[in-house]
């Protein structure tokens, strides 16, 4: 689980890595950018799913009419996405700070929710959080670490079960879940920018358009060997393949999701936020501020 803390240190929670900023640390982190010095925003697969989203023919009709058309309940979360800007839709949304669905800004969408972190009582800034689900506990420090975790367990235990019980239970998912356990950004980086470079480079030949992409470089032989021009050729059409199935199915939702739902027997399931049809969004306890930038913890 990954976190990003907020001004007034409330605490985003993602299930896969979120954009680096330049306030982050990323020695400790285990995601891997997707080529050498690649900007701090490519290193997510988030950054990804709204790329595939600005690649969708569909999608781009409905930010055109401003959020009508077919995909207009997949507009209500993502907005208007045909800005280069990614990280000010990430905190700021695809929305007019007019609009009634402002809230539902990039990283809102694929958090599993916000609250405050465990605090010292002496905390200045617990007085500001009365009332947001907490209880005060004294805990000794002077014991044993593992001790001390199971008593906090076997206190908390009956407090969260009757919460439970009187409220049910708050499952942590997103609006938009990461369909993939282990998403590879290099992956996705090849497939966006294969078809990228099909759309701006449309009369291009295909081995010119493999060799733009850097394909032909990786096999051996040139373009009079039979057996190297399959080999790229085989390559770069796995590459647009893959990226026409991503924005196909993040039409859908979905990310990154290679399934052909259009072969028999095939079923979506859909993420929460479009499992019911939404007439009005519901207006999250926390709405984020013009001047919140997260940062890593």
């Not at 689980?1 to 954009?19: H, Q, S």
């Not at 996405?81 to 990039?106: A, I, N, P, Q, Y």
């Not at 998403?183 to 966006?192: E, G, N, R």
């Not at 449309?202 to 081995?207: D, F, I, R, V």
């Given at each position: 689980?990954?976190?990003?803390?907020?001004?007034?240190r409330?605490?985003l929670?993602f299930?896969?890595?979120?954009p680096?900023?330049?306030?982050?640390?990323?020695?400790?982190?285990?995601?891997?950018?997707?080529?050498?010095?690649?900007?701090?925003?490519?290193?997510?697969?988030?950054?990804?799913?709204?790329?595939?989203?600005r690649?969708?023919?569909?999608?781009?009709?409905?930010?055109?009419?401003?959020?009508?058309?077919e995909?207009?309940d997949?507009?209500?979360?993502?907005?208007d996405?045909?800005?280069d800007?990614?990280?000010?839709?990430?905190?700021?949304?695809?929305?007019?700070?007019e609009?009634?669905?402002r809230?539902?800004t990039?990283?809102?969408?694929?958090?599993?929710?916000?609250r405050?972190?465990?605090?010292?009582?002496?905390d200045?800034?617990?007085?500001?959080?009365?009332?947001?689900?907490?209880?005060?506990?004294?805990i000794?420090?002077?014991t044993?670490?593992?001790?001390?975790?199971?008593?906090?367990?076997?206190?908390m235990r009956?407090?969260v079960?009757?919460?439970?019980?009187?409220?049910?239970?708050?499952k942590?998912?997103?609006?938009?879940?990461?369909?993939?356990?282990?998403?590879?950004l290099k992956?996705l980086?090849k497939?966006?920018?294969?078809?990228?470079?099909?759309?701006?480079?449309p009369?291009?030949?295909?081995y010119e358009?493999?060799?733009?992409l850097?394909i032909?470089?990786?096999?051996?032989?040139?373009?009079?060997?039979?057996?190297?021009?399959?080999?790229v050729?085989?390559e770069?059409?796995?590459?647009?393949?893959?990226?026409?199935?991503?924005?196909?199915?993040?039409?859908?939702?979905?990310?990154?999701d290679?399934?052909?739902y259009?072969?028999?027997?095939?079923?979506?399931?859909?993420?929460?936020?479009?499992?019911?049809?939404?007439?009005?969004?519901?207006?999250?306890?926390?709405?984020?501020?013009?001047?919140e930038?997260?940062?890593?913890?």
């Amino acid at each position: 689980m990954y976190e990003k803390m907020l001004y007034g240190r409330r605490v985003l929670y993602f299930r896969y890595a979120p954009p680096v900023t330049n306030l982050d640390d990323t020695s400790a982190r285990d995601t891997q950018p997707p080529y050498p010095n690649a900007p701090g925003y490519m290193w997510s697969v988030y950054y990804y799913w709204w790329a595939f989203l600005r690649l969708s023919e569909r999608y781009k009709q409905c930010c055109d009419n401003a959020g009508e058309g077919e995909l207009a309940d997949l507009y209500t979360y993502f907005g208007d996405v045909r800005s280069d800007d990614f990280m000010r839709w990430w905190t700021k949304g695809g929305h007019t700070r007019e609009s009634k669905l402002r809230m539902h800004t990039g990283r809102r969408l694929f958090s599993q929710g916000v609250r405050y972190p465990i605090r010292e009582i002496n905390d200045p800034m617990l007085d500001k959080e009365l009332g947001a689900d907490r209880i005060v506990l004294s805990i000794p420090i002077g014991t044993d670490l593992k001790r001390m975790t199971a008593e906090f367990q076997q206190l908390m235990r009956p407090i969260v079960e009757d919460r439970i019980r009187a409220f049910g239970e708050k499952k942590g998912e997103a609006l938009f879940e990461v369909t993939s356990k282990n998403p590879s950004l290099k992956s996705l980086y090849k497939s966006l920018t294969a078809w990228e470079a099909k759309q701006n480079f449309p009369n291009l030949k295909q081995y010119e358009l493999a060799k733009k992409l850097g394909i032909t470089a990786a096999f051996s032989g040139d373009e009079g060997d039979v057996n190297h021009k399959i080999a790229v050729s085989t390559e770069l059409k796995r590459r647009l393949d893959k990226a026409k199935l991503l924005i196909r199915n993040v039409e859908r939702g979905r990310f990154p999701d290679f399934t052909d739902y259009e072969k028999p027997g095939k079923l979506v399931e859909l993420p929460r936020a479009l499992r019911d049809k939404v007439t009005k969004p519901m207006k999250p306890v926390f709405e984020t501020e013009d001047f919140e930038e997260p940062t890593l913890i």
